[in-house]
């Protein structure tokens, strides 16, 4: 009896077909899993609390306001800050940008008394 070799695509056949069944046989049990789960009673509470509003007014509810405004001033103070340091900032630009300008009109001033004086040179050789 001669034994023929099997090509690599007839080698991995059974394997495939094998992996694919199991593949679907752990699917199909998910969901079997699941509606074969016992039913259970319905939940009860087990504590029972009820809750009650008093009409009369604390003194809580005074000091609770009067700290919200507090806490509101000490907030407005803060803004206040911010836009006091926004503002420096803004002048600190302004400043920075005066004196590259004053620079720049220096600059101007130096070429154009240099372009004098070599005027005045090439008219004292001509």
Known sequence: ???????????????????????????????????????????????????????????ATTQTNQKIAGEAQKTAARQYE?????????EQQQLVMAKAAEQKKSEEARKAEAAKQAAVEEAKKK
């Open 82 to 90: 911010v836009e006091q340091m926004e503002q420096k900032k803004i």
């Open 1 to 59: 009896m001669q034994r023929r070799e099997r090509s690599p695509s007839e080698s991995y056949f059974w394997p495939i077909v094998l992996a694919f069944g199991l593949h679907l046989l752990v699917f199909a049990m998910l969901f079997v899993s699941f509606s074969m789960a016992p039913e259970l009673p319905p939940a009860r509470p087990i504590v029972q609390a009820t809750l009650y509003q008093m009409k009369s007014q604390s003194r």
